[in-house]
């Protein structure tokens, strides 16, 4: 009988073939590239607050208050904002009890979305924009997350994401809930009408129907989503659940995607709801 | 001084404390890549594509002692994508064999490097990175959930399917000859 330990001794020697050494120039490329590379904020307290004086930090923290309340002050007393302006680089996290208001638009500028980030959560610009609660600090997988996205083609093959469908989808809702519940390599439930944001919808559940030859399903490409910038697939993982929401939103389709790691997923989506509860969106 | 010394200088935005972490730990990098890539030049962009990553989010590490499983799981991330790039990358692999007395007699010599060559460049990125983490950094599945940043669980199923798919695409390229007309590639 051939088990996967026959397999394993002669892996190993294949792996033991092949460069051990970066080329001197490759570090040298990348360390030019840090050059000009800006880090990002971390969500640890900068260090020069660790060391400075009690009566300072307090100083500090009375001017913060008393801008906080300046500011606070002037926006209560105006209207809202138009939803404009580019998506944050990166938001998050949200630490405090009250949730960060996150704002963003499409690339193309034609449509703006609004949703409150809990706290705890972030959100990244090299992911989808989404809000996401990490699984740990350092995870780049979601626990629960939300994506907003707009979905405008769809792939014709089940696992490699190669081909889009030609036909191009309708731009209904209902285009894209048929085209999922039509869609080889995908479990789906059924779907249900809903209203996110005041806007009609149709919500159903996704799965990867783990299809031979591939573990996580492509579905449509992740250029489309908003403010993105991420290349490849959007995939239906199979280590992950995913509720998917088609809204009709003044005659154009937006796609949100609740998804999260299969086991904690359910636990969760009450932390989704505060960003769907809190969601608006806006089409120009 | 100690990697963790570096971490935390390089956190700080020390370039030259990155610089040396980057050397230090640059070879190991280009290793992975390859053995997930399989290509000089897709592993040596996803490699400065991860250090670049990894200075631009290094303070958001919260334990500077995990910098090497963090590092490595962005290193991963980089792969998949540079292997997304590569459109005809994915597996073409049609079914998936059970466990079971159902290989071939072809596959009693699975020492031929060119047969693993060919099944292995079959399994798509996911597959092959942790076929690589586990069988060339030999890391068990605690570890391999801790750099994908997925659970033990999920870890050791798609490390059963990875194998799977393995003795699948080694199967279908011990069927190829006879389809092909007993042409090798």
């Known amino acids: ?284 | 001084m100690m990697d963790r010394d570096l971490v935390e200088l390089a956190m700080r935005g020390d370039r030259e404390a990155f610089g040396v972490l980057a050397r230090v730990h640059g070879d190991r990098l280009y290793a992975i890549a390859y053995r997930i890539l399989r290509e000089v030049d897709r592993s040596e962009d996803a490699v400065q594509q991860a250090l670049v990553i990894a200075w631009r989010e290094l303070p958001r590490l919260r334990d500077p002692d995990r910098f090497e499983p963090w590092l490595n799981r962005i290193l991963v991330r980089c792969c998949y994508s540079e292997a997304r790039k590569r459109r005809e990358w994915t597996a073409n692999i049609r079914a998936l064999p059970e466990d079971g007395p159902t290989a071939p007699d072809d596959l009693r010599g699975f020492a031929d490097r060119d047969e693993i060559d060919r099944g292995f460049k079959r399994l798509p990125p996911e597959q092959r990175a942790i076929l690589v983490l586990h069988h060339y950094l030999g890391l068990g599945l605690t570890e391999i959930a801790d750099t994908l940043g997925i659970p033990a669980g999920t870890a050791r199923s798609r490390l059963h399917y990875a194998h799977r798919a393995m003795r699948a695409a080694l199967e279908a390229d011990a069927r190829r000859p006879a389809a092909a007309g007993g042409q090798r590639r």
């Open chain 1, 1 to 284: 009988m051939t088990t996967h330990r026959d397999i394993e001794p002669a892996l190993e020697r294949y792996f033991e073939e092949g460069p051990q050494v970066l080329p001197d120039r490759v570090l040298e490329a990348a360390l030019a590239d840090i050059d000009h590379t800006t880090q990002r904020l971390g969500w640890r307290r900068p260090w020069r607050f660790l060391f400075m004086p009690t009566f300072q930090k307090l100083a500090i923290a009375g001017v913060a208050v008393i801008a906080f309340a300046l500011v606070g002050s002037t926006f209560l007393t105006r209207p809202a904002p138009n939803v404009v302006g580019t998506p944050s680089p990166t938001v998050g996290p949200a630490t405090g009890p009250t949730p960060v208001r996150f704002t963003l638009e499409s690339d193309a500028g034609d449509i703006g979305v609004r949703f409150d980030l809990p706290a705890g959560w972030y959100s990244f610009e090299d992911a989808n924009v989404s809000a996401f609660e990490p699984e740990g600090p350092d995870s780049l997988w979601p626990l629960i997350g939300v994506d907003v996205l707009l979905v405008d083609d769809v792939y014709a093959d089940t696992c490699e994401g190669r081909a889009l469908s030609e036909p191009r989808l309708g731009p209904g809702v209902d285009d894209l809930i048929a085209w999922i519940r039509a869609r080889p390599g995908l479990m789906v439930g059924e779907p249900r009408p809903l209203s996110v944001a005041g806007h009609e919808g149709v919500e159903i559940e996704v799965d990867s129907g783990h299809p031979p030859g591939c573990e996580d399903v492509p579905v449509w490409p992740s250029g489309l989503p908003l403010g993105s910038h991420r290349e490849g697939p959007y995939l239906i993982r199979r280590a992950m659940e995913y509720r998917v929401i088609a809204l009709d939103v003044d005659g154009r389709r937006v796609v949100l995607v609740v998804n999260g790691m299969r086991g904690t997923f359910e636990a969760r989506l009450d932390d989704a709801q505060v960003v769907l509860d809190s969601l608006e969106l806006e089409v120009r």
